[in-house]
Each structure stands twice: as C-alpha cells, then as structure tokens.
Nanobody, 115 residues
Framework: QVQLVESGGGLVQPGGSLRLSCTAS????????MGWYRQAPGNERELVAV????????YADSVNGRFTISRDNANKNTVYLQMNSLKPEDTAKYYC????????WGRGTQVTVSS
C-alpha cells in the first residue's frame, strides 16, 4: 500500500520560514497532481497549493506570494512546500495529496506559527 509521508513541520515565529516535504513510500504510476492542504481546528480542510505533472501551479489567495510548491526533478513522487513570511493564521496541520487513478493522502504534519 502506498503511503505519503510528510516532514518539515514545527514551531516557528511569525515572519519565519519552513519547508515541508512529502514523499511516496513507493512509486505512484502517472501522478496527475500533487498538492498541499491544511486544516486548522474547527475548520474544514482547505487547498494550499497544487502542482500538475506539467509543472503548472495554483495557490490559495491567502498564501500566494509567500508559499512555493515544487516537485523533485529526480523523483516525481516528491513534492515540497516552501513557506515564507509565516503568519499565525497559517497554523494548521498540513496534508500532502497525490492524485493518479487513485487518491492518496498523508497523515499530516503540524505547523504552528507563534511568538
């Protein structure tokens, strides 16, 4: 069974940066889209950023210009999320997602932005 494993979360001060990573436990055939979603307590899960197989990206308005999603050129099953200028409202559990013929989710990594 394929698993997506996220890493890179943690506690950071406002204005700081974090880089999240997500890797599939084994190769997923024909991934169309990989992305990051987040869910804060009491809120629904929301899209943060996605990247398609041809490199097209899309961001939530709230993170556009601060976050950058990218895929590993050598390993197409790995995706990153560079988060800069973090704000307290970015605090959430961040989940990795991969869409091929099936949909895959990671278990999430916690990001807390607090002074």
């Amino acid at each position: 069974q394929v698993q997506l494993v996220e890493s890179g979360g943690g506690l950071v001060q406002p204005g700081g940066s974090l880089r999240l990573s997500c890797t599939a436990s084994r190769s997923i055939f024909r991934i169309n889209v990989m992305g990051w979603y987040r869910q804060a307590p009491g809120n629904e899960r929301e899209l943060v950023a996605v990247i398609t197989s041809d490199g097209s990206t899309n961001y939530a308005d709230s993170v556009n210009g601060r976050f950058t999603i990218s895929r590993d050129n050598a390993n197409k099953n790995t995706v990153y999320l560079q988060m800069n200028s973090l704000k307290p409202e970015d605090t959430a559990k961040y989940y990795c997602h991969a869409q091929s013929a099936l949909s895959y989710w990671g278990r999430g990594t916690q990001v807390t932005v607090s002074s």
